[in-house]
């Protein structure tokens, strides 16, 4: 089983809101990953998960707070968001360690923010 | 400081021709090499990699690529396409024994009829 979900599928929040994406995957893997993408972009790398600890952040505004509650779990809480913030946000698990290999990826969580 | 360049941002090609999507990186250390793929309104799924071994690697739905080192490439190919290959095509690098993905800015491969 190489899948990775997330809920919810689409998501329109104001810009007041306070909101969460979730994404789980039960294969085993120690990193996890949030990325944001826009459209006709590639990913552009937000958080990483290693063994449950945040390891990377990519300057990413405190208005996006990531949550690691075990390790088939990773959850994006969003509050007071930009309408600019609006994109595909997508999760994606790896082996974990220091041979990663390939990372796996969710459907996406489409955000539009009002 | 790695880079990936998709010299083609958009490749169009009829039904049952081959195609290539190009693929180059920059790298001053040893690299592992992917190539994803993004149908509308989906997550990206991987297609084939590059770890070590063998430069000629093959993936799901028929495609292939194959590293050249000396080059810097990785070049994915398909003898045949079909309808259903209209997609946007990523090729990725990361370090390795690093968690980081680094990617190219895409292809948008479409199929015509």
């Known amino acids: ?114 | 400081a790695q880079s990936v360049t998709q010299l083609d941002s958009q490749v169009p090609v009829f039904e049952e021709a081959p195609v290539e999507l190009r693929c180059n990186y920059s790298s001053s250390v040893s690299v592992y090499l992917f190539w994803y793929v993004q149908y509308p309104n989906q997550g990206l799924q991987l297609l084939l990699k590059y770890l070590s071994g063998s430069t000629l690697v093959k993936g799901i739905n028929g495609f292939e690529a194959e590293f050249n080192k000396s080059q810097t490439s990785f070049h994915l190919r398909k003898p045949s396409v079909h309808i259903s290959d209209t997609a946007e095509y990523f090729c990725a690098v990361s370090l390795t024994g690093a968690n980081n993905l680094f990617f190219g800015t895409g292809t948008r491969l479409t199929v015509i009829p």
């Open chain 1, 1 to 114: 089983d190489t899948e990775v979900t997330q809920t919810p599928k689409h998501l329109v929040m104001g810009m007041t809101n306070k909101k969460s994406l979730k994404c789980e995957q039960h294969m085993g893997h120690r990193a996890m990953y949030w990325y944001k993408q826009k459209a006709k972009k590639p990913p552009e790398l937000m958080f990483v998960y290693s063994y449950e600890k945040l390891s990377i952040n990519e300057s990413v505004p405190s208005r996006f707070s990531p949550e690691c509650p075990n390790s088939s779990l990773l959850n994006l809480h969003l509050h007071a968001l930009q309408p600019e913030d609006s994109a595909l946000y997508l999760c994606a698990s790896s082996q974990g360690g220091t041979e990663s290999y390939e990372q796996y990826f969710g459907p996406g969580t489409r955000l539009t923010v009002t």
